[in-house]
């Protein structure tokens, strides 16, 4: 089951209809949704909430979204960011994918769409903790493996010693004896 950090989406678009609009609709989908009307208000509120998923347009005052996805992805590359834009262009698209963006999603906001970027968007967060937890559990694995190996070999190397010194007490005993 998702924690409740997964439940915060933070939403950056200047236009307030689609800020209501997209909040109800991610509010239906569980989201506890933050808004922000600019890119400026939304990397404030990005460092202040550290939500996993962002949704922001691209052509807004102040800071762009393009901007803060930069700002975003620079201070945690982990977060997954959605961007929305009124204008289908697709060099616009591949440039936000090249800025390692989740997905891109044109307006108007098509639900199904929106739904599958936020699946996509999970998927990527659950591979990545469980890419983490799998290599946490391999370097403790060494980690004991190794101590192990190292306690076999210092009790191999003692027991080299005792043979080596039993020999030794032999061929003195056998000098002493002949």
Do not use: W
């Not at 961007?83 to 616009?92: F, K, R, S, V």
């Amino acid at each position: 089951m998702q924690d409740q950090l997964d439940h915060r989406i933070l939403l950056v678009d200047d236009e307030d209809g689609i800020r209501k609009v997209l909040g109800i609709a991610l509010a239906d989908f569980g989201y506890h949704v933050i808004t922000a009307e600019d890119g400026g208000v939304g990397l404030d509120l990005f460092r202040r909430h550290n939500p996993h998923i962002v949704i922001t347009d691209i052509k807004m005052p102040v800071m762009d979204g393009i901007d803060l996805l930069k700002h975003i992805k620079q201070e945690n590359t982990e977060t997954e960011v959605i961007m929305l834009t009124g204008h289908g262009d697709m060099e616009l698209a591949i440039n936000c994918l090249k800025l390692e963006a989740t997905d891109f999603i044109t307006k108007p906001i098509n639900d199904d769409a929106l739904e599958i970027a936020l699946k996509r968007a999970h998927e990527r967060i659950l591979m990545r903790r469980q890419l983490r937890e799998y290599t946490e559990n391999l370097e403790r694995l060494v980690k004991e493996k190794s101590a192990k190996l190292i306690e076999a070999e210092r009790k191999a190397a003692v027991g080299q010693a005792l043979e080596g010194l039993a020999v030794a007490m032999q061929n003195i005993a056998s000098d002493l004896d002949g």
